[in-house]
């Protein structure tokens, strides 16, 4: 059987005709980026370089770059190009407000450089062999270090595409003298050899990989700017104070305390102080404690002592709020329906009192009492109908009495039921029922 193709398909195939395009179409019409921002280094650099290629290539592309420090493999992350507003571009006054939000000037981004072309395969086989030789680098720095008998700390070694540049990256609590270990080091890699001193959030950065919440470490996964986190957060937040769980995997305070610190000082300031008087529906009261993120305060009445939570929106000037009589009961049942408006509490009482009104409340004590006594006198009834009072005896009659004659009677009448019992058959049943016919017979 042949296939006709339908006129509706041979009009899609035409782009005049469809109002979609496809992704090959839309490829097509984009124009190459002059610009590209892209990642690279160890630390995370963010760069934004020129490129003056014919390849379009895409967000997460790895690319062969020329920075400041030689040739090495950089990770595409946008452009900064005219038709920015698509999904894979943004615009320049874009990119600089985002470096503005995440530490200005001491955002780690740099424009000193230039992308080369789409890295090739052999290029990232010559990278991932350079990575292998870590091992051996680190090894032989660390034999260095001991000879050299200095108070430093290795962390790790970053080789780059071109070869140009050896950076190794070290800890050290004190100033020191390495300029006869970058001899060393040179005369033994032939190459150019740089010593950056780090930290410990940066120490974390380079060899951590994930934290307790089960996520990469903030540090090595988008924070730039490490600023420091004091324990001033932490009791704000009303965190544990055990290092031991607010701590990260470099040994300080977690920054992700940092992320929600700018919320929770909003909402404190709109707590009211300890010890302060306050007005509540209630009356006024001074308050005892508040809670930041359900922003409720407990306050003790002044009238009867009595502690209630109420929401901050509910708390009033203690001079013009309800001022309870001196009469009144101190365990008096409070109103359940304190603090809502009047409409919304003539709503409800009119919900409550429909065809309840002569009804009371009892207490769950009472209820229980209630349906005890119930019980009680259903079984008493039931009792009482149980236990009838037995048909009164016949009286035996008396030999050489009236009715002496019908003794012969009742043993026949016994018999015969002894008879009905023995063939009445297998059940109780048949016994039973022997037994009915032999007292009628009689």
């Given at each position: 059987m042949s296939i006709f193709p339908l006129p509706v398909f041979e009009a899609d195939a035409d782009p005049h005709h469809r109002d979609a395009r496809t992704d090959?179409?839309?490829?097509?019409?984009?124009?190459?980026?002059?610009?590209?921002?892209?990642?690279?280094?160890?630390?995370?650099?963010?760069?934004?370089?020129?490129?003056?290629?014919?390849?379009?290539?895409?967000?997460?592309?790895?690319?062969?770059?020329?920075?400041?420090?030689?040739?090495?493999?950089?990770?595409?992350?946008?452009?900064t190009c005219e038709n920015a507003g698509c999904a894979k571009s943004v615009t320049r006054q874009e990119l600089l407000e985002y470096i503005d939000n995440s530490g200005g000037r001491d955002f780690p981004f740099q424009t000193d450089g230039k992308i080369l072309h789409v890295a090739t395969i052999e290029e990232l086989n010559k990278q991932a062999a350079l990575e292998s030789n870590k091992k051996g680098y680190i090894k032989k720095c660390k034999e260095l270090i001991r000879e050299l008998n200095l108070a430093m700390k290795l962390v790790e070694v970053e080789p780059i595409l071109g070869e140009e540049l050896l950076t190794f990256y070290f800890m050290s609590q004190e100033r020191i003298d390495f300029r006869r270990l970058v001899r060393d080091l040179a005369a033994e890699f032939k190459?150019?050899?740089?010593?950056?001193?780090?930290?410990?959030?940066?120490?974390?950065?380079?060899?951590?990989?994930?934290?307790?919440?089960?996520?990469?470490?903030?540090?090595?996964?988008?924070?730039?700017?490490?600023?420091?986190?004091?324990?001033?957060?932490?009791?704000?937040?009303?965190?544990?104070?055990?290092?031991?769980?607010?701590?990260?995997?470099?040994?300080r305070l977690m920054c992700c305390l940092r992320y929600e610190d700018q919320t929770y000082e909003q909402l404190r300031k709109r707590l009211p102080r300890r010890k302060t008087r306050?007005?509540?529906?209630?009356?006024?009261?001074?308050?005892?404690?508040?809670?930041?993120?359900?922003?409720?305060?407990?306050?003790?009445?002044?009238?009867?002592?009595?502690?209630?939570?109420?929401?901050?929106?509910?708390?009033?000037?203690?001079?013009?709020?309800?001022?309870?009589?001196?009469?009144?009961?101190?365990?008096?049942?409070?109103?359940?329906?304190?603090?809502?408006?009047?409409?919304?509490?003539?709503?409800?009482?009119?919900?409550?009192?429909?065809?309840?009104?002569?009804?009371?409340?009892?207490?769950r004590a009472d209820q229980q009492d209630a349906y005890r006594a119930q019980s009680i006198e259903k079984e008493a009834a039931g009792d009482r109908g149980r236990t009838d009072s037995p048909p009164p005896e016949e009286p035996r009659p008396q030999p050489g009495a009236e009715g002496s004659e019908d003794k012969?009677?009742?043993?026949?009448?016994?018999?015969?039921?002894?008879?009905?019992?023995?063939?009445?058959?297998?059940?109780?049943?048949?016994?039973?029922?022997?037994?009915?016919?032999?007292g009628s017979a009689g």
């Open positions: 090959e179409e839309i490829y097509k019409q984009l124009k190459p980026p002059s610009t590209i921002v892209a990642r690279f280094g160890m630390l995370r650099w963010v760069g934004e370089f020129p490129y003056d290629g014919d390849v379009k290539p895409g967000c997460g592309s790895k690319l062969t770059a020329r920075t400041r420090r030689g040739t090495e493999i950089v990770e595409m992350l946008t452009t190459t150019r050899i740089e010593m950056r001193q780090v930290g410990a959030r940066d120490e974390a950065r380079l060899v951590a990989d994930y934290e307790r919440c089960g996520q990469h470490c903030c540090c090595r996964q988008f924070l730039k700017v490490l600023k420091p986190v004091s324990m001033k957060s932490a009791k704000l937040q009303k965190a544990t104070l055990d290092p031991l769980k607010i701590s990260g995997r470099c040994g306050v007005g509540t529906s209630e009356g006024p009261g001074i308050v005892l404690d508040t809670k930041i993120l359900v922003q409720l305060a407990l306050v003790q009445l002044e009238h009867n002592g009595e502690q209630i939570a109420v929401p901050i929106e509910e708390l009033t000037d203690p001079e013009q709020c309800r001022v309870p009589p001196k009469d009144e009961p101190a365990d008096a049942e409070p109103d359940p329906l304190r603090g809502l408006s009047a409409g919304e509490a003539a709503r409800r009482s009119d919900d409550r009192g429909g065809g309840r009104s002569g009804r009371t409340k009892r207490s012969p009677k009742q043993k026949k009448r016994r018999r015969r039921r002894r008879r009905g019992r023995e063939h009445g058959g297998d059940g109780g049943s048949g016994g039973s029922s022997g037994g009915s016919g032999g």
